[in-house]
């Protein structure tokens, strides 16, 4: 990568962060210029403040991974591709497959364990069952602590209180920070941007994961993100592809171009599910050669797609993670 292509980079980092969220440059570039030099052929940003560095693209191990690789040998076997590939951040969750996606995570990082940014999320509401279910994680991950630990699946208001609430499970993700059980804590959120947002400001997260995608569902570009800058989170982009809708059925939705447009925003990372290795091959690919998008490009893609915004605000107010689509 030569300094003339990284400074025209740096240029369409700022002026696409102020085209995509309305804010100034300066707020908008510290999770993109952080962008270092390749390893493994693979680019890695900064994790918000934090200081971690991950790799642009990273392994999702949830439904579709399961029933893309039905055996531990395959599964092994793409993981072991994507770590060589320079992929750094796995994402797992307590329930993906009642455990088997922790289970083979875990056969996976064993005697990796230093390589490997490894995520895990728990959707327990209950405290006491938070605990048990992540010591159980810990138990099937084969480690005896994890790199970010997410509060799974934020759902409304109602929820966010929950969870916020004295003694809730907030409270259990800064015990198991403070305990070294987890070194980074965060939330995810699939369906609206406005909860992510009260979330950001309420609590005091390091990271968030949140579905960011040309066609704004949840408005999570408008809401959410600025948040998460403004307090210098690390920001994890997932549904890239709506779970693959804007490429089934939107004209013009090209995995290319879908990937670009998420990588133009300031994230740290797109968490992506690779069921076949041919596909984790070709978003490596893309990875490796990532082309940020001018702020024409941005605006172009993301009317085009807008018309699908109520349909799949609807898909995912009803979408499992669980249930591979």
């Not at 200081?51 to 392994?59: K, R």
């Not at 999702?60 to 770590?83: H, I, N, T």
């Not at 947002?197 to 066609?215: G, R, S, V």
């Not at 089934?248 to 879908?258: D, T």
């Amino acid at each position: 990568m030569t300094d003339k292509t990284m400074t025209r980079r740096r240029f369409l980092i700022c002026s696409t962060g102020i085209a995509a969220l309305g804010v100034g440059c300066s707020s908008s570039l510290s999770p993109l210029l952080e962008q270092c030099a390749m390893k493994s052929g693979l680019p890695q940003r900064t994790l918000g403040n934090t200081g971690v560095q991950v790799s642009l693209l990273a392994f999702g191990c949830g439904s579709v991974f399961l029933k893309g690789y039905p055996s531990d040998d395959k599964a092994q076997e793409v993981l072991e591709w994507a770590l060589n590939s320079g992929i750094n951040y796995f994402d797992t969750a307590h329930n993906y497959g009642n455990g088997e996606s922790e289970r083979r995570l875990g056969l996976f990082i064993k005697g990796r364990r230093e390589k490997v940014f490894l995520v895990t999320k728990i959707e327990s509401r209950d405290s006491n069952n938070f605990m048990r279910q992540f010591e159980l994680s810990l138990k099937r991950l084969q480690t005896d602590r994890v790199d970010l630990l997410h509060i799974h699946g934020l759902h409304n208001f109602e929820d966010l209180s929950k969870i916020g609430a004295h003694g809730g499970v907030y409270d259990c993700l800064v015990k198991l920070k403070n305990q070294k059980a987890a070194k980074l804590i965060g939330f995810s959120c699939h369906t609206d941007g406005e909860v992510a947002e009260k979330a950001i400001e309420q609590l005091d997260f390091d990271c968030c994961m949140l579905q960011l995608n040309a066609a704004n569902i949840g408005e999570f570009e408008k809401k959410a993100l600025p948040a998460a800058l403004n307090k210098k989170m690390g920001i994890l982009a997932m549904k890239a592809t709506a779970q693959g809708k804007l490429l089934e059925e939107a004209p013009g939705g090209r995995l290319e171009s879908l990937l670009h447009y998420v990588w133009s925003l300031p994230v740290s990372s797109i968490v992506l599910g690779m069921p076949k290795m041919e596909m984790a091959k070709q978003n490596v690919e893309l990875a490796k050669n990532i082309m940020l998008m001018g702020e024409t490009e941005i605006i172009t893609l993301r009317d085009r797609l807008s018309s699908y915004r109520p349909y799949l605000e609807k898909f995912f107010r009803h979408h499992s993670d669980l249930i591979a689509t």
